[in-house]
């Protein structure tokens, strides 16, 4: 047990509309985040979706009863990193290429 040191707790929450690219670029900084020399625990968790259904009249007066539906669907993904002895380990993912279409939140917090 280390008394006198401080440990970090960092979660980093990805947002983004497609399934796929989000689940490929989770696994290659999961990895990236094992591969460092650094004593911690780290875990990958998948959040709930939350899908937003639209309809929308094809015509302002003729066939009202006629609609276009839209579905979007958001897809996150959580990983959460325990017992981390200093924020600056995490560095590299900086230097990392994350696409647009993916939101990146990281929140840090002491233990």
Excluded at 15 to 42: H, M, P, T
Excluded at 56 to 78: D, L, T
Aim: charged share 25%; with cysteine.
């Amino acid at each position: 047990m280390n008394i006198g040191k401080k440990t970090y707790k960092v979660s980093i929450t990805f947002e983004s509309y497609d399934g796929n690219l989000i689940d490929s670029n989770v696994k290659r900084i999961f990895k990236a985040i094992q591969e460092q020399e650094s004593n911690f625990k780290c875990s990958v968790f998948p959040l709930p979706r939350k899908t937003t259904h639209i309809a929308v009249r094809r015509a302002p007066s003729i066939y009202k009863g006629s609609f276009e539906k839209y579905k979007r669907v958001i897809h996150k993904r959580v990983i959460i990193i325990k017992d981390l002895n200093s924020a600056h380990n995490l560095a590299f993912l900086g230097n990392m290429s994350i696409p647009n279409t993916i939101s990146v939140n990281i929140i840090t917090s002491n233990k």
